[in-house]
């Protein structure tokens, strides 16, 4: 079986929005998808630099680099890792920076230093729901043009991807990246399961789906990929039975009940 991309995954694949999250179920693809379109934008752009990141040290090293790896292999890329200065070297002068936002330093510059001196075209954060929310904006900051290409006459066009687990409400990638995408610069996209089915195992989804059913209070997101529904609890409240209504017959008639019982 060989690596196809259809439907969201697709769109996502050709969107050049300047910021996208992709959000989702687990098991629906996003890394993958998101590390094949890394690989193709260098592959179009030749001396262009970009970022792949996690929260974690221990994620980019056991999680995110073998990941990349194994779909550069798929790509076709040929790719050597640099430890010294933490990045991949790819075909016609390209970088792939790779290593880890946490830090716990309180002052912003030390907070910071390690990606403030960092100049890149592309950035891609994956499980972007683990990064403390005062990162996004320092991230933005490191996008812009490449001098070098400048002077050859070439402009990168940025690109920064945030890769999630399903979010919950109130969550800060929840708030920046809405579910209408009323915000032009930023598109949300959600992946479920079954967008990613083509490419797994029958017997996947059928444990998925027995593990938890349509009736599992989880399975709009474990499933589905999307965020928790919003309840309007004020409009649930109990209202008031008209004269005409049933109900309100019957609480009468158990009021005058309770009345003659005394």
Not at 224 to 229: D, H, Y
Request: proline share 6%; charged share 30%; net charge neutral.
């Amino acid at each position: 079986m060989s690596l196809e991309f259809r439907g969201k995954h697709l769109e996502f694949l050709h969107d050049e929005t300047p910021e996208i999250e992709l959000e989702g179920a687990q098991a629906s693809g996003k890394t993958i998808v998101a590390l094949w379109k890394e690989l193709e934008a260098s592959k179009a752009n030749p001396g262009m630099w970009s970022f792949i990141t996690r929260w974690t040290e221990g994620g980019v090293n056991t999680l995110l680099r073998p990941e990349f790896e194994r779909v550069a292999d798929i790509h076709e890329t040929k790719i050597d890792w640099n430890s010294r200065e933490k990045y991949y070297t790819l075909p016609a002068g390209c970088r792939v920076f790779a290593f880890q936002l946490h830090t716990t330093e309180i002052e912003p510059t030390r907070r910071f230093g390690k990606i403030r001196g960092l100049p890149v075209s592309r950035i891609l954060v994956d499980q972007a729901e683990e990064v403390e929310p005062d990162f996004p904006v320092e991230l933005r900051r490191r996008l812009r043009p490449d001098i070098k290409a400048r002077m050859r006459g070439i402009e990168f066009r940025t690109q920064l991807t945030f890769l999630a687990n399903t979010v919950k409400r109130h969550h800060w990638l929840d708030k920046q990246f809405p579910e209408d995408n009323s915000i032009p610069t930023r598109r949300y996209y959600f992946l479920s399961l079954l967008d990613n089915a083509h490419n797994l195992p029958e017997s996947i989804i059928r444990q998925a789906l027995v593990d938890c059913p349509r009736t599992d209070p989880r399975f709009r997101e474990l499933i589905l990929g999307q965020r928790p529904e919003v309840i309007d609890y004020a409009a649930r409240q109990k209202k008031p039975f008209t004269e005409d209504m049933a109900g309100h017959l019957f609480e009468v008639a158990m009021r005058d009940a309770r009345r003659a019982a005394r």
